[in-house]
T-cell receptor
Framework: DTGVSQDPRHKITKRGQNVTFRCDPISEHNRLYWYRQTLGQGPEFLTYFQNEAQLEKSRLLSDRFSAERPKGSFSTLEIQRTEQGDSAMYLC???????????FGSGTQLSVL | SQQGEEDPQALSIQEGENATMNCSYKTSINNLQWYRQNSGRGLVHLILIRSNEREKHSGRLRVTLDTSKKSSSLLITASRAADTASYFCGIPPGDSSYKLIFGSGTRLLVRP
């Protein structure tokens, strides 16, 4: 148990549909990160939050993507008008006590048909 | 870019053998971390080595860091079939974000 729960574990959707993923850290931490991982590649940074403030967004995060962390605890990542290229594993992570190592959730595997 | 690049991309060994994988990076770092990922799962932190450390051990894992060559290696001794996974090095970019930048990883297959 990494202390990060992600839901759903798998999502299959048709191109053009909207999808939303949720990340729930079991313990409170002021930082939360989203990564995307395509097959055979390493995780790519998407965005991170300091409490409820979204402080950095990668250029990978097009305007179809939006992330929120309304109360500084759980976070949601929404993709609007999904494209086949959005098919990937979406990973959420929180740092450890010293803000160095990351603890990842099991991810949400998105397949866009 | 601070991105680490792992080498080799794939490694296949027999159970009991040692596995060595390498990570190279481009600029100065405060620390370098190794992670493991089983298929379809999230990454799991293995070990962190700081820039002022040259070697670190954790169980069957041995990590070295050569800041002059900007490279690190992860050695898994006496490998087991359960070590089959992808291994990534993660590097903090040195700003205040504390995020990690990962390479493409080494896919390790340990044959029973």
């Amino acid at each position: 148990d990494t202390g990060v729960s992600q839901d759903p574990r798998h999502k299959i959707t048709k191109r053009g549909q909207n999808v939303t993923f949720r990340c729930d850290p079991i313990s409170e931490h002021n930082r939360l990160y989203w990564y995307r991982q395509t097959l055979g590649q390493g995780p790519e940074f998407l965005t991170y939050f300091q409490n409820e403030a979204q402080l950095e967004k990668s250029r990978l995060l097009s305007d179809r993507f939006s992330a929120e962390r309304p109360k500084g605890s759980f976070s949601t990542l929404e993709i609007q008008r999904t494209e086949q290229g959005d098919s990937a594993m979406y990973l959420c992570a929180i740092p450890g006590a010293t803000n160095e190592k990351l603890f990842f959730g099991s991810g949400t595997q998105l397949s866009v048909l | 870019s601070q991105q680490g690049e792992e080498d080799p991309q794939a490694l296949s060994i027999q159970e009991g053998e040692n596995a060595t994988m390498n990570c190279s990076y481009k600029t100065s770092i405060n620390n370098l971390q190794w992670y493991r990922q089983n298929s379809g799962r999230g990454l799991v932190h293995l070990i962190l080595i700081r820039s002022n450390e040259r070697e670190k051990h954790s169980g069957r894992l041995r990590v070295t860091l050569d800041t002059s060559k900007k490279s690190s290696s992860l050695l898994i001794t006496a490998s087991r079939a359960a070590d089959t996974a992808s291994y990534f090095c993660g590097i903090p970019p040195g700003d205040s974000s504390y995020k990690l930048i990962f390479g493409s990883g080494t896919r390790l297959l340990v044959r029973p």
